[in-house]
């Protein structure tokens, strides 16, 4: 009976043992400071490898972080000296609209967001496209998410003149990097945004509207457009501003499908009622826009992963098999791990080599002539400038829902203003 005994506290010792070695062996053998992979576990930010933050996806039941993507391969870095036009970029849709974001104007701000990153680190991990709406307020010109062109304390940002400061520095920072933005347009002060990019020091870089071209014919190669410093793109929704302002109107050079809702609606990428349809060939740049009519962050990390890559492929043929060159998006570093970073490598992989991915691609390569045609789920490092991580970005299994009570204040608010007949 003892002998038994004694065999029993021994096998529970061994097995004791085993525990702590088993355990010791996991702890030593994760990885951490730096040299997480994505979608490897992490624990904090500085155990994933560069371009990579830790974070999760509780929507699609990953709840537990995990290293994603959070910086893009800028395409310019391993195949240069392309029409502009042959690239795709990533663009911020209302790229001012920050959470978080400091109240300048006093009261409560009532409206939605739509990113969670300040332009600055939009523009470093690879952003090349900010989507501005801007309204005359307070004697200048505002950022502001609002209804129907006017601007209120509750739906205002900041003055538009510091988001382009951050575009300046940028652009004075980065001598070969081009940006585009794209400005919904409620600005009705005369030569207001020729002023307002003037004072912002923009003007040095404004890409001539003369210039551009109008028949979908071919821009100029990325590389002149460096040389000759016209890295700054600007598009209006106003159509009377080319004449007078020399700011080119939208959609005399672009097509673009539906943006909200029937911009993600599977199978079907019909045109923007103001946009020519998706086939046209009068135009040489095609913006995919790809958000909900409603952004949810928690939602995000689910609709910037596989629905993306379908969404990408139906408005391809849907254009008549034409690579968007501008890939609107919400929250654009949430995924599920590789995002929109991975959707970005492959459209330019495609259409800039042949290849699967952007970082398969050779400089100087015969079309079609690959590194490695299978994509992976190995990240690239980011080429190009880097970024940093600032914002709701580190994510947890209570990442924000929806706050209901804010949606039935903006739909409350809207509905109350057409009641009483106040025109916004």
Same mark, same amino acid.
């Given at each position: ?6 065999? /029993?506290?021994?096998l ?17 053998? =994760? ?7 994505i979608?490897? %576990?992490?624990?904090?930010? #500085? ?11 509780p ?6 972080p995990?290293?994603?993507r959070?910086? *893009? ?13 042959? +690239? ?7 790229a ?46 505002w950022?502001?998410? %609002?209804?129907?062109?006017?601007? +209120?304390?509750?739906t ?8 382009l400061?951050e ?12 940006? #585009? ?16 990019f ?22 100029? #190669? ?10 700054l ?5 106003? %159509? ?7 700011? *080119? ?8 499908? *539906? ?8 199978g079907?990428c019909?045109?923007?009622?103001? %946009? ?6 009068? *135009? /040489? ?14 939602? =995000? ?14 408005c ?11 890939l ?11 995002? $929109?970073f ?12 042949g ?8 400089a100087?390569?015969?079309?079609? #002539? ?14 190009g ?7 709701? $970005?580190?994510?947890?299994?209570? =990442? ?8 039935? =204040? $903006? +739909? ?13």
């Amino acid at each position: 009976m003892k002998k038994k005994k004694n065999t /029993s506290s021994f096998l529970l010792l061994l097995l004791y043992i085993i525990i702590i070695l088993f355990t010791f062996f996991l702890t030593t053998s =994760a990885c951490s400071n730096g040299d997480c992979q994505i979608l490897e %576990s992490c624990s904090a930010a #500085t155990d994933c490898a560069p371009g990579l933050y830790c974070g999760n996806c509780p929507e699609l039941g990953k709840t537990q972080p995990f290293c994603t993507r959070g910086q *893009a391969i800028i395409p310019t870095a391993i195949v240069n000296g392309l029409p502009f036009n042959k +690239y795709t970029w990533l663009v911020t849709h209302n790229a001012f609209s920050i959470v978080d974001a400091p109240l300048l104007t006093g009261p409560q701000r009532i409206t939605f967001y739509n990113q969670e990153d300040s332009v600055t680190n939009q523009l470093r991990n690879g952003v090349r496209g900010l989507m501005l709406d801007m309204y005359d307020f307070e004697n200048d010109i505002w950022l502001c998410h %609002s209804f129907r062109g006017q601007c +209120y304390n509750i739906t205002a940002f900041q003055p538009a003149i510091n988001t382009l400061r951050e575009v300046e520095a940028f652009l004075s920072s980065n001598p070969t990097e081009i940006v #585009t933005i794209i400005i919904e347009d409620y600005v009705h002060t005369p030569k207001g945004l020729n002023k307002l990019f003037t004072d912002a020091g923009l003007d040095k870089y404004w890409f001539p509207v003369s210039q551009m071209p109008k028949k979908g014919e071919d821009w100029p #190669t990325v590389t002149s457009m460096a040389e000759d410093n016209h890295r700054l793109l600007v598009f209006t929704s106003d %159509s009377s501003k080319e004449a007078t302002e020399g700011i *080119a109107y939208q959609w005399r050079y672009m097509v673009e499908n *539906a943006p909200g809702d029937p911009g993600v609606q599977q199978g079907s990428c019909p045109n923007r009622k103001e %946009s020519k349809p998706l086939t046209s060939k009068t *135009a /040489s740049l095609f913006l995919q826009n790809y958000f909900p009519t409603m952004p949810v962050q928690a939602e =995000a990390c689910k609709e910037n992963s596989t629905p993306l890559m379908e969404m990408v492929g139906t408005c391809y043929k849907a254009a008549g098999n034409t690579m968007p060159n501008f890939l609107a998006v919400n929250f654009y570093m949430r995924s599920d791990g590789g995002g $929109v970073f991975d959707a970005l490598d492959r459209m330019n992989g495609q259409t800039l080599c042949g290849c699967a991915s952007v970082a398969s691609c050779q400089a100087g390569a015969p079309f079609g #002539t690959c590194r490695n045609n299978a994509v992976t789920n190995n990240s690239t490092s980011p080429r190009g400038p880097s970024g940093s991580f600032s914002g709701s $970005v580190q994510m947890t299994s209570s =990442a924000s829902r929806i706050d209901f009570t804010s949606l039935l =204040a $903006v +739909y409350g608010l809207y509905f109350l203003m057409n009641m009483v007949g106040i025109l916004l």
